[in-house]
């Protein structure tokens, strides 16, 4: 089973996690404004996106532009990989391709630990990315460890480029905001971001 098999009850029961869910757990995030490029971007690449309609699509074109915006804000003393495979633990079948990591590392040619937000794209539905993301999360945990650069927290999110839920895993606890983010307020999605890369959420 690779990352994009596992659904959100058989992750939990896979790797026992205890599930919380909450109403703007990152909502007091402070607004990060978006450069005039990325907004500019968006409003020529947004509607591009929808009217192509593909997960790919969205991706390329809307969630690739916001983690390129967040790499300039922290001037890529973190890095950004896009479609790697990430196989951590086979036997735990945590294996397979990642949508988008963010490490805090600031080494762009090769994944580094601590990775601190982990991103699954998904063409309609929030939920449907959700089993996707913890996993991806849990094998970012394990990854970290190994490496002996753990973090207390690892955060997610599952997007369709236009709304955005967001993700926390500090040790079995699972936390999952369950208010969409709109990319309306981009300022705020990047807020969340920055918040996370700072280990501020």
């Known amino acids: 089973m690779a990352y994009r098999n596992f659904t959100l009850d058989t992750v939990e029961d896979a790797f026992q996690l205890e599930m919380h869910r909450f109403i703007g757990l990152f909502s007091e995030a402070v607004p990060v404004a978006p450069s005039d490029y990325l907004t500019t971007g968006l409003a020529k690449k947004a509607p591009l996106a929808l009217a192509i309609d593909t997960e790919k699509a969205k991706s390329e074109l809307i969630v690739a532009d916001i983690l390129v915006e967040l790499c300039e804000h922290f001037e890529r003393r973190i890095s950004l990989f ?31 630990a601590p990775i601190i937000i982990l991103v699954a794209g998904k063409k309609d539905s929030l939920k449907d990315g959700l089993g996707q993301c ?10 970290n460890a190994e490496a002996g650069n753990d973090i207390l927290c690892v955060y997610g999110a599952t997007t369709s480029g236009m ?3 967001f993700l926390k895993l500090e040790g079995q606890q699972l936390s999952i905001d369950m208010t969409a983010y709109s990319i309306d307020r981009c300022d705020r999605l990047l807020g969340i971001l920055a918040s996370m890369v700072k280990q501020e959420a």
């Open 163 to 165: 709304n955005w839920l």
């Open 82 to 112: 896009s479609g790697i495979d990430f196989n951590v633990d086979a036997k735990s079948e945590l294996t397979g391709v990642c949508d988008f990591l963010v490490s805090l590392s600031p080494n762009q040619f090769s994944l580094k």
């Open 134 to 143: 913890v996993a991806d999360m849990v094998a970012a945990q394990r990854f």
